[in-house]
C-alpha cells in the first residue's frame, strides 16, 4: 500500500494550492482518507477526511471555509483545495488512508488511520 501526495510548494499570502494523494496498491481501496498536517514543533493536526461511500466529508471547524476535500473512487485520488492561505497554514500536510469506514469520533484521530503518505511541504509567506 503506497499513499504519493503531491502538489505542496511555496505560495503567498492569498493564494490557493491544490493538493493531491494517490493510494496504490494490488488489492487497496481506501474507504476513509483524510488530510493532516503538522507545523514545526506542533502535533500532526486532522484538517479533513472523506468516506468513500458518504456524499459529505468532515472538516476541521477552522478551516471549513478555506479548505475542501474531494475524491476520485475511481482513481483512489483525495484531494486538498486550499484558498486564501496564510503563513499559518505552512507545514507538512500528510495524507492518510484507512481501508475501514471510520467512525465520527475518530477521524481526527491520527492513529486510526493505518495508512500515510510521505508528507508535501507547503509553505506560504507573508
Known amino acids: 500500500v503506497q499513499l504519493q501526495a503531491s502538489g505542496g510548494g511555496l505560495v503567498q499570502a492569498g493564494d490557493s494550492l491544490r493538493l493531491s494523494c494517490a493510494a496504490s496498491?494490488?488489492?487497496?481501496?481506501?474507504?476513509?482518507m483524510g488530510w493532516f498536517r503538522q507545523a514545526p514543533g506542533k502535533e500532526r493536526e486532522f484538517v479533513a477526511a472523506f468516506w468513500r461511500n458518504r456524499a459529505n466529508p468532515y472538516y476541521s471547524e477552522s478551516l471549513k471555509d478555506r479548505f475542501t476535500i474531494s475524491r476520485d473512487n475511481a482513481k483512489n485520488t483525495v484531494y486538498l483545495q486550499m484558498n486564501s492561505l496564510s503563513p499559518e497554514d505552512t507545514a507538512v500536510y500528510y495524507c492518510?488512508?484507512?481501508?475501514?469506514?471510520?467512525?465520527?469520533?475518530?477521524?481526527?484521530?491520527?492513529?486510526?488511520?493505518?495508512?500515510w503518505g510521505q508528507g508535501t511541504q507547503v509553505t506560504v509567506s507573508s
Open positions: 492518510a488512508a484507512a481501508s475501514s469506514s471510520l467512525i465520527l469520533s475518530s477521524l481526527r484521530i491520527p492513529e486510526s488511520y493505518p495508512y
Open positions: 496498491g494490488r488489492t487497496f481501496s481506501p474507504v476513509t
